[in-house]
């Protein structure tokens, strides 16, 4: 089948987990045979970047092209809000974009399109795909549809009348989807109380785990325990609180604290202040995607400390394959992804306390650590990539 998988960024531009994923399911496609060509953006360096550049990378067709648009979407952290503003208008539709995937759809001819995250390509893409006629899937990654931010900050009301004007534009663009995917049932229902996706047909489909061999048996209980934080150094990532939380709240000294940086770094300086002379943490701003992976089979514990409503974090799905237990947030879709007691415990939201003491304690019983990764990389054990891949394209996705 011709596939046309249309995302915002594609290595070596990321942000996070959903880029990595993407990039997966791709590869995975080709490899069942199907004829795949990808549809991504680029930072602006000329005029050139307006028409898509095609280049075979790794037996897949790539479209490189910058949206018309005042910035890069990695590059929106920079600008004011003014600006900002203006440049989710013109996402909303931009009419380059329409341009450039009707152009690439006469010339690739696809039976098939996947859109993963639109935001930066423009919103208008399945208004554009059904003109022309294109059966198109959409994943759900976040809340972009739901917010321009694509975060839901834990605390703060997602349904005042900027955001039900927004929902209700962002409901009319993507009314001619015809199927929609979701990693989690939170996810998909805070779309479908938005008015989005009524009339198509709703799945849900978790996110694949990589192979890992898990090497919980051969980790030792010895201190120090290893503990692990893999994601954006942003605030609503939480990991500053995270840091903030350990030195205020936590006395024991018989671990050590990795704290990986994912995609743009623009806080790094920032966190290492923070961090300041305090041994238990150490921070990789600098590493390999393989590094990392060793990272995920070595760590005893991992922390996900978000400060925003998370659909289905990849570094619980990593940890758990990996065999490493998880101590999360209770937030968003991340319970559906934790047996609590057996593969990781939930704190609540913003509570320094209830974390410090359910951190505590797995410090306190490093064999129960072990246990549990044992158990979360055999629960896990079925979700391969290779099956993700074949039901996203095909009928064996469970019905919601």
């Keep these: 089948m011709k596939i046309l998988f249309l995302t915002n960024l594609y290595p070596p531009y990321v942000r996070g987990g959903a880029e990595y994923l993407g990039t997966q399911v791709v590869e995975e496609l080709v490899r069942q045979g199907h004829q795949v060509a990808v549809v991504t953006s680029v930072p602006w360096r000329s005029v050139k970047k307006l028409k898509p550049e095609l280049r075979e990378e790794g037996g897949v067709q790539v479209y490189r092209f910058y949206p018309l648009n005042f910035y890069h979407y990695l590059t929106a952290s920079k600008l004011l809000y003014p600006v900002r503003f203006i440049w989710q208008l013109i996402n909303l539709w931009n009419p380059h974009t329409s341009h450039v995937i009707k152009k690439i759809v006469q010339q690739f001819k696809p039976e098939l399109a996947i859109s993963f995250n639109l935001m930066g390509l423009g919103f208008n893409v399945p208004r554009v795909l059904a003109v022309l006629k294109i059966s198109h899937i959409h994943v759900l990654h976040d809340v972009q549809l739901l917010h321009p931010s694509g975060l839901f900050m834990w605390g703060e009301s997602h349904r005042t009348l900027p955001m039900k004007i927004y929902q209700a534009i962002t409901s009319w663009l993507f009314a001619p989807v015809k199927t929609v995917v979701s990693p989690s049932s939170w996810l998909l229902q805070e779309h479908i109380r938005a008015g989005l996706f009524t009339k198509a047909e709703q799945k849900v489909l978790p996110n694949p785990v990589p192979p890992f061999l898990a090497l919980a048996h051969t980790k030792t209980t010895e201190a120090p325990l290893q503990l692990l934080f893999v994601g954006q150094f942003e605030i609503h990532k939480g990991v500053f609180w995270l840091v903030e939380t350990i030195k205020q709240e936590l006395k024991q000294r018989n671990f050590v604290l990795h704290l990986v940086a994912l995609g743009q770094k623009p806080r790094v300086t920032e966190l290492k202040a923070l961090v300041a002379e305090d041994k238990r943490f150490v ?93 979360g990389s055999r629960v896990f054990a079925y979700r391969t990539l290779e099956k993700y891949a074949s039901d996203l394209v095909g009928s064996n996705v469970v019905e919601h």
């Excluded at 995920?296 to 998370?310: A, R, V």
């Excluded at 999360?328 to 990781?344: H, M, Q, Y």
């Design 283 to 375: 921070i990789h701003d600098i590493i390999s995607q393989t590094e990392i992976d060793e990272l995920y089979q070595s760590s005893h514990l991992s922390i996900i400390p978000s400060l925003c409503y998370e659909n289905s974090p990849t570094a619980i799905t990593k940890s758990l394959s990996a065999g490493t237990p998880v101590l999360a947030v209770n937030l968003g879709g991340i319970p559906e992804l934790i047996i609590e007691d057996k593969t990781g415990w939930l704190y609540s939201p913003g509570d320094r306390a209830d974390f410090a003491q359910k951190l505590s304690w797995c410090l306190k019983h490093p064999a129960e650590l072990l246990q549990a990764g044992l158990i």
